[in-house]
């Protein structure tokens, strides 16, 4: 009698040490617009999840919530600000809460990738981030979509010319408007969830991404030309929201910190390195692509830099910057 009842107290402190495990255990949703293989979410379950979630011994769990299931890229960057979505791998979205994030993708604003990963993993980055907590929203890293470039239906892009009479999906951003507008594009707003759909069904002639986005994206299937514009740096942000970043303990937000670290870091090796096997690769399936001369682009679009560099005078430390990595 006495063995069973020790077992009972046994088991009923065993359970209770689970129940409070689970219940204390802090679940962080990540939503994100990439596809399930696209090396943003490769990454995010072959290292992120497993840093955080080790690294505090479960007391912290990750749910990885890729290709828009939490909505759109407009509907999760407003659940992050809110706080019913805990984190996102969001592109710029942010520049329609915080204007200064505009200057982040300016055109040909950053000379090469290690010039936009030191602005936006560096100083010049925390400046600019610094006025997203303002709305609730603690940026940990940032890490490359990659620079963009236009692909089509209508024909090849072999110089600025060739941009004119081709209707363009771009997303809605005051900047990319302005820059396709002024490069000669008719252009679309559209969200990213509806791209294939409007390319395959010729509601839009073509689409500006970063050649991975596209790729993993499935859009180069019913897309004949691919023009290597590198117009826009794409940044990407990982996220998370500021009262729940707040929750966390010191050792907690400093894990978080690293392993958000960490994930940028593979992945800018990752786009990195995959350029040049996408490009042989779509080239292989018969898409045309092009080099057109950016000379001609980047004269284009002064004008709008230099709009922008009166209201935002850290345009001028990212450009000088640049001169280290030209």
């Known amino acids: 009698m006495k063995k069973n009842y020790l077992k009972i107290i046994v088991l009923s402190l065993f359970l209770t040490f689970v129940v409070s495990s689970l219940v204390g255990a802090t679940t962080l949703k990540i939503a994100n617009y990439y596809a399930v293989d696209h090396p943003v979410n490769q990454i995010l379950r072959e290292t992120f999840k497993p840093m955080v979630e080790e690294g505090t011994n479960g007391e ?3 749910q990885i919530y890729p290709n828009n299931q939490l909505g759109a890229e407009v509907e999760f960057c407003e659940g992050v600000k809110l706080g019913t979505i ?3 791998m969001s592109g710029n979205m942010w520049e329609n809460y915080v204007p200064i994030f505009k200057v982040n993708q300016l055109p040909y604003m950053f000379v090469n990738y290690d010039h ?3 602005v936006l993993n560096g100083p010049i980055g925390e400046k600019i ?3 997203l907590e303002k709305i609730g929203v603690k940026v940990l890293a940032s890490f490359p979509n990659g620079f963009r470039v236009v692909s089509n239906n209508k024909k090849p892009i072999r110089s600025i010319e060739d941009c004119k009479g081709i209707k363009l999906r771009v997303f809605q951003g005051e ?3 302005k820059e396709m507008k002024a490069l000669g594009f008719d252009t679309v707003v559209m969200p990213f969830s509806e791209i294939f759909t409007a390319l395959q069904q010729g509601v839009v002639d073509g689409q500006d991404n970063p050649l991975a986005t596209a790729y993993y994206a499935g859009w180069y299937d019913v897309q004949k030309y691919v023009a290597i514009t590198n117009h826009m740096y794409s940044p990407g942000y990982i ?3 500021k009262r729940v970043w707040d929750k966390l303990s010191v050792e907690q937000q400093d894990l978080l910190k690293e392993a958000a670290r960490v994930t940028a870091e593979k992945i800018l090796d ?3 390195s995959q350029t040049d096997e996408i490009v042989k690769e779509i080239t292989s399936k018969g898409v045309i692509v092009t080099h057109p001369d950016l000379k001609p682009f980047i004269e284009k679009v002064q004008p709008i830099i230099n709009e922008y560099r009166e209201k935002y005078p ?4 990212i450009q000088e910057l640049g001169k280290e990595y030209l």
């Open 60 to 62: 912290i769990k990750v």
């Open 86 to 88: 805990e984190m996102a």
């Open 116 to 118: 936009a990963n030191a």
């Open 129 to 131: 981030y610094s006025h």
């Open 175 to 177: 900047v990319i408007i």
């Open 239 to 241: 996220v998370i929201n």
């Open 270 to 272: 990752a786009v990195r």
């Open 314 to 317: 850290i345009i001028d430390e």
